[in-house]
């Protein structure tokens, strides 16, 4: 059928409906077809804004979804196994005959209070030397204690978030962190930093690239399951090493889930981490198997506190700045005070140290490379000069 | 019609060979001295030695007990065969080797200003100072120098 469009009120909507329905239409006057117009006009921001408003219904239900599965998941008590291992670079640490545990191994057990965002971990080492050590980040502070072997405490006092689980991802199966983002999913969506990829009745994708503090560009893609209350499946983060030396690459798989709240919660899990910036890019394994997760209405933050002994303590106060030791009684046998410009320094010491440390492995393979090289010349300007040696010689033989 | 040197020229001819001939005993006997004296301390304390190539960063651990055996080893064959005339040749190429070796290792170190006691002139005098490898890389120049010298103004007969 052909028909002619006319010109302005007429073209409507219902245009595009021969198009959508796969029916040829006829030419404007201009000379365009009917069907590009209205479909320029009409048919494409009309999608473009239902795609739009679906998507953006989507993200809000997801979003909503996983606010339920947080508030579902607080005032919570878990106790937990944390292995630790390695296996080699291309390995698959879903696959344990793959895991090497002759090296350095580790196996903490593991008691975590939450009440979202501030948590508290308290764990007692099972191999080697491992002190029991119990950290708590509440209202911005964080506060470790450990008994050590002259039954002295050693509190640490400070600021920095990541001092309580030190460098392992303990805070991501328990979903109160996304690895090296100190913050969970739902923070990271609702910050822009990730955002809805796809979803449909069995997974959800989300996933962004924007970076976490310090600004190394990093990517992340987490798999939920939406029948499981947004259960993350599987999580990937990658993060560029400054100046191209390679990219640390953190997964976490979940093998198992248990009821809590109304939602599912990971009962056990599978993390790895690879650094292709390290000499040993080896991949480490964690294994994490909650053998309790239950929800306690009593604890709140306060709760959460650990508190700072009063004798035979040895406290470093980043907050305060101050160094203090107290004997048995309590009286304080040593006192040392800083200025915040002096612990700035003293601390910007120890980091480059620590840098320099992380650097040595480089370092010393690039020296190892030296040497080879090194003895390789020598043995290339010896042969040269055997050569210019047996030139002469035969020349001299020849007069 | 053949006209004859002079008596006073062939005189001053055979006196610069006899010099040049004293000039190489005199340098061959250093190059024998400085290998002997460096391979001492090095054999007699393999440890102290082993250690010392640890603190240079250079070598990696699993080649340094080989190496620490390897050098002192080498410099002390390397004397002996300086002195047994049919030998010398193959030995003055060895201490090229080794003094070109001992070059870029020192250059490397002045060039990473890592100052460490190296062990290169004998336990006794290791600097671990810049300065140090200065004194020592101007040493293996110069018996690198030495060795080239001794192999291209070798005598006929020796040859």
Known sequence: MRRKCAVGATRGPWMALPLILGRRMGRSARGKTVDRVCVRRWLVPAVTAALVASAHGQAGTVREAMAQRMAALDHLMVEFHWFECGAAYGADPLDRSKWRTDGLVQLRKYRAWIVRPWFRLRFSGQFGNERDTDSAWVDGEHVTRQLDDDDTWSVVRDRMERSVTGPLPVGTPLELHVFDFREPLLKLLDE??????????????????????????????????????????????????????????????????????????????ILSTTNTAVSRADRIVYHFLAHSIRVDPNLDADTLRVEIPAVNAKIIDEIDLFYRRLDATGKVVAEERWTAEERQHQLAALRETFARAQDADRTLLRRYRSFFLITGASAAVVLAVVGVWGWRRLRLRAT | METLAPAGDVRAARRRLEIRRGLRGIALALLVGVLAWSAGGKLFWPGEFQRLMATWGLIPPKLIPAVAYTVPASELVLAAALVVRRLRVAALFGVLYLAVCFSGIHAFLIWAGTAVPCGCAGLALSFASRPGHIVLLGLSLALALAATLLLFTAPRCSR
């Not at chain 1, 989300?206 to 190394?216: D, E, S, W």
């Open chain 1, 192 to 269: 822009g930093r990730i955002e809805l990829v796809s979803a449909d009745d069995t997974e959800v994708v989300l996933a962004g690239a924007r970076p976490p503090p310090p600004a190394y560009p990093a990517s992340v893609r987490a798999v939920l399951d939406p029948r499981r209350g947004m259960l993350p499946v599987e999580i990937r983060v990658e993060i560029e090493v400054p100046n191209g030396r390679g990219i640390i690459t953190y997964t976490l798989r979940t093998l198992a889930s248990t009821r809590v709240g109304g939602v599912h919660a990971i009962r056990e899990a």
